[in-house]
């Protein structure tokens, strides 16, 4: 079906099962598709293994999943901005695999692309290679889960010998994404930060569902502007531009002379 729109986030929504695979797009919490999110976490879902770059924070992104007690597994580069988090994964209620930030979107974009894995430079020399980093604790705080030893292969890189740690790609069994317009066809465009994760998790989930502020007719969309082609995307919501958008941390100062 060359139509990809669906009627609402609900029900777009409505076949993922428990125990599912998630990638979801979001950059702190720019992008974050809150409306897919509330409508997973209004059905009851849970037992969910998400990649995210992010866990959102105490009550808003994917931060409303983990207060329910609905994720079991995180994938992420950075956790710090949830108290709910830290105290779930150390009291072993949490599994984390924490990963570099740019080995994150590379492993999203090569499962995307058909990539088994990769060697990177990040994370040689460290435990992120060396393993031992701690997944999941007991709650005696001991380690139940840390991180395995990952193959390290030396090449020739630009005129010298480097060690590369050899990183698997990631793919799952859904992605929740939002995006700033689309078309039926689900080809997508996104704004500013919002690109940076969003277009990976599209493209790693089998099942890649959308929100829209802006639907648009095929063919209003200049193709030099999409930023993802529809074959990643099965399932389109729009949902508006009024949705509410909320700024993660907010710094100020005083004008001169105040």
């Known amino acids: 079906m060359i139509d990809k729109q669906w009627p609402s986030a609900a029900e777009a929504v409505s076949d993922i099962p428990d125990g599912a695979s998630i990638a979801?797009?979001?950059?702190?919490?720019?992008g974050n598709p809150m409306a897919?999110?509330?409508?997973?976490?209004?059905?009851?879902?849970?037992?969910?293994?998400?990649?995210?770059?992010?866990?959102?924070?105490?009550d808003w992104g994917l931060g409303i999943l983990l207060a329910s007690t609905r994720i079991r597994k995180m994938t992420s580069s950075y956790v710090g901005e949830n108290k709910e988090f830290e105290r779930q994964f150390l009291e072993g209620d949490l599994e984390l695999e924490l990963t570099p930030q740019g080995t994150l979107?590379?492993?999203?974009?090569?499962?995307g692309a058909g990539i088994a894995a990769f060697f990177t430079q990040t994370g040689v020399g460290t435990q992120v290679a060396e393993g031992g980093l701690p997944r999941r604790y007991d709650p005696d705080g001991s380690i139940a889960i840390a991180s395995p030893v990952k193959e390290v292969r030396t090449f020739e890189h630009r005129g010298e010998q480097r060690e590369f740690v050899l990183e698997e790609s990631i793919t799952t069994d859904y992605a929740l994404v939002h995006a700033v317009a689309g078309d039926r066809h689900g080809n997508l465009v996104f704004n500013k930060a919002a690109r940076n994760f969003n277009p990976l998790a599209a493209m790693a989930g089998r099942v890649c569902i959308v929100q829209v502020e802006k639907l648009v007719e095929p063919g209003e969309i200049d193709p030099d502007r999409v930023h993802l082609p529809g074959v990643y995307v099965h399932r389109i919501v729009e949902v508006g531009s009024a949705i509410e958008k909320r700024i993660e941390r907010r710094t100020v100062r005083s004008s001169e002379g105040d």
């Open 24 to 30: 979801v797009g979001g950059f702190g919490l720019s």
């Open 36 to 58: 897919l999110i509330e409508a997973l976490h209004a059905q009851g879902t849970g037992d969910l293994s998400v990649v995210s770059n992010n866990c959102g924070v105490d």
């Open 105 to 111: 979107a590379e492993k999203l974009r090569a499962g």
